[in-house]
């Protein structure tokens, strides 16, 4: 366990990427107490490049950039901080549960991820979203995770079915523990690691989704994230070209970027500090 | 072309971690000549996986090399750089099978399907197309075989195999590139004794079918490192005690450690039950954090004299040269 | 031979009968495999029964039954007369305990060791204080040659397989088990620290009157440390009685082939050479 912690210390590309990540989520929590209120619109400031009013210029309609932003930032996190927590339980509780027991339980818990695995489940979400109205942040981080958790519960099934073979198990079961007990405290420790990586891909991988889906239009939401802010910096502007209004669209895009970006080191990280000691061959 | 397939100088290897720094391989150094087996013993603790481990190339990171050479057929293998490491040295000249890697076998893949991703792995290229895949089926068919098994266990998955049928397919896959030397950590200590017996014949195929030249063989079971080893070498506490014959060292073990070892054994014994109680050797091995100082093993030794307290008893070669140990009462036996 | 009756007399601790598992595995096409078959013995009160055989055997079936890990497909078990499935779980594994084959699987990594001996004194009924259970360990771990402040305290990887074996004997002694069952306890430990736990069996066998069903592939080992050998292939006890019957003037012809297996230290298979 501790080797644990000190390996991923260890690991430059987990530190660098978890720094970033913490600098976003301090920007997207704290930020917005700062910078106003990102709706209003002043007429008389309408499609300015950056000054020092406004240090990242005004949209097309009057709102401060920045301040649209960093509400974008929390935002964005939100839903993939939903997704992400909503996803990693429904992949444990699937993957972990079911095989656990053995038998039909897990027989159907493998059904239903196979069944899940096939499923077009991204199109599905599409449709609803274009159908339902008053789809809030937490709505859609909801339906992210719903559609996103197959494939991790797959690779959760396959640490679970190892792990439960090791005779720690049969001896929690000789203390008198019961099932839920040595799951939670036996075996999901164990699996931490691969836990820890599942949420971090299911978090990156949400908040990309809805941005792309926001980004066409999809899923839209008086909610500024930064799929919000590309759909309407491409969508609105006064000026004739959109290229002449940068300091709109570059912001998020950038943002979004180097947030993707963060995940992915962490990501791999954490797949370098624990890969090599899961499979060696 | 050296005539030793592997050489190791002076070795040092120290796990370094919030635990402080232990001294898992403090000094060691052997060869291993071309076309011999030779088997390393010892106690559990003393190194022997650690060892295999930094002769492997690819140590676990918290194990740091601190000193000491490794040529594995000539080529320094910590003086090269990682890229060279791995398509020179691994799979080519040496393959590497772990202690429990058995276990590594992906539980929800075909043997097959997971043969592929060790060669993509290996290779860098992932197996897509349908000739390739024939083709690397069909080393991995030709290797199960020579392992003593029916090639249709490539199609099962690892569940569906017995302890000793997993560890002979992991074999298999190490030795897909026909390595001329494979390090193979205790192939035997899960396995029963008739699946013991079926996986050193196995090895000893695998040598004779000319697909590995020369093998370093860790166990911890003497018994079954007598049946296939021609030379030996015995550790204690990250360090080397004897190296011989392995004849020798069973009929006449030169150490006190090995030759206490030798006692440990309950061994059957067709005539009847022994009536003596089995000798195992008092206290336990050495904390490598702070391991004792002089000879390692004075404060378990029978032997020990004020020396051995001190001073590190130094390899003593005994005999035509091809003996030696470490330990004090040798002195006067070595030819010096 | 097979079947020896000792039903009735009343030193009789644990006692199987016609035990069976089978084992069914696939979704669709299903595979049956009878793990055991028909499986009865006795352990007697202070002794030590190997059950030997090769991998596969149903040895760790057998095992698995007895300790409630596995349901017999049929047949029964009786611990001091009484079935066991009429037991109170907790009850049941205050006299019976075990130690597994792989002691580094057997101690959850995450955890230092403190944790299953913790853990197994919420089995006993007396629920001593922290200052209690010091002193129960301390004495328990010093009766078989650990040192406390040695081993506790720390993570499993930092011990070594004889010290964890040692360990879990330990636990055993603490919940106060009468029957210990050992699935290969020394398969993974080298050769010196293993005659220290072969020893401490006997020990424990003459002093405190604890029975073992000692499960091993080795036959030196069961040779060494019991009276009765039981042999088993395929799910099935093909032989069992006294050790000196057994292995001096095996019967079944499995039996003389196993036999015939055991590697020598002194000399090599002709075979092989
Ligand atoms: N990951 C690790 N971190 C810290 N110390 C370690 C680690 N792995 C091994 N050691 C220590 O290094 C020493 C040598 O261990 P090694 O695994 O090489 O022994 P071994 O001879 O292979 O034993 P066995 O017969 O049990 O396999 C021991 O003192 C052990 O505690
Ligand atoms: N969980 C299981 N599912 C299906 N078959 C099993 C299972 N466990 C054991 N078996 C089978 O039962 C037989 C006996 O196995 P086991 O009791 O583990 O033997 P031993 O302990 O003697 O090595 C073997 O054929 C094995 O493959
Ligand atoms: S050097 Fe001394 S202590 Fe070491 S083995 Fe020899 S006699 Fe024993
Ligand atoms: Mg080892
Ligand atoms: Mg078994």
Known sequence: ?281 | MTEHILEVEDLRGYYRGVFGVVRAIDGVSFNLDRGTIMGIAGESGGGKSTLAQLVSGSPPPLLHREGGRILVDGIDIYNIDPEELRTEVKCKRMSYVPQASMESLNPVKRIRDFIFDVVGQRTGRRVRSKERKAEILEMAANHVKTLGLNSSVLDLYPHELSGGMKQRVVIAISTLWNPKLLVIDEPTSALDVTSQKRMIKALLKLKRAGIIESMLYISHDLTSLRQCCARSMVMYAGKVVEIGSMDETINDPLHPYSQLLGAAIASYDPKGRRQDTLQSIPGSPPDLRNPPSGCRFHPRCPYAMDICKTTDPPMFTVGNGSRQAACWLLKSKAGE | MINEDVTGSDDVLLKCENLTKIYTSGLIRTKTVAGAKNVSFNIKKGEIVSLAGESGSGKSTVAKMILMLLRPTSGHIFLNGKDISLYNIRDYYRQVQAVFQDPYSAFNPFYKVDHVISRAFGLRQDNPDEDERKEIIESTFLSIGLNPSEVLGRYPHELSGGQMQRLLIGRSLLIGSQLLIADEPTSMIDASTRAGVLNLLLRLKEKEGLSVLFITHDIGQAQYVSERVLIMKEGEIVEQGSVNDVFTNPNHPYTQELLASVPSLYEKWEELT
């Open chain 1, 1 to 281: 366990m501790i080797e644990m912690w000190e390996l991923l210390l260890k690991s430059r590309k987990a530190i660098f990427g978890l720094v970033v990540l913490i600098v976003f989520i301090l920007l997207g929590t704290v930020g917005p107490l700062f910078v106003g209120d990102p709706y209003n619109m002043n007429l008389n400031q309408m499609g300015r490049p950056p000054s020092l009013a406004h240090i990242l210029g005004t949209t097309s309609f009057g709102q401060d950039v920045f301040a649209q932003l960093c509400n974008a930032v929390g935002n964005s996190l939100l839903v993939g901080l939903v997704a992400g927590v909503l996803g990693t339980l429904i992949a444990v509780f699937v993957g972990a549960v079911g095989p656990y027991i053995g038998g039909l339980a897990d027989r159907i818990s493998n059904l239903v991820t196979n069944l899940a695995l096939v499923l077009p489940l991204i199109p599905l979400f599409i449709i609803i979203a274009s159908v339902v109205r008053g789809l809030n942040l937490v709505l859609i981080g909801i339906i992210l995770a719903v559609t996103a958790w197959p494939w991790a519960a797959r690779s959760i099934r396959s640490q679970m079915l190892t792990l439960k073979e090791r005779e720690f198990v049969n001896l929690a079961r000789m203390s008198g523990d019961r099932a839920v007990r040595i799951v939670v405290t036996e075996i999901l420790p164990n699996m931490m690691a691969y836990i820890m990586m599942v949420f971090v891909i299911l978090t990156g991988t949400a908040i990309l989704t809805e941005s792309a889906l926001s980004m066409i239009g999809v899923s839209t939401t008086p909610t500024i994230t930064l799929g919000y802010m590309l759909y309407w910096a491409q969508h609105e502007t006064i000026v004739p070209f959109w290229w002449n209004i940068w300091w709109w669209f570059i912001p998020p895009g950038i943002v979004l970027t180097v947030i993707l970006t963060a995940f992915f080191v962490i990501h791999a990280g954490l797949d370098e500090v624990f890969n090599p000691k899961l499979r060696r061959v």
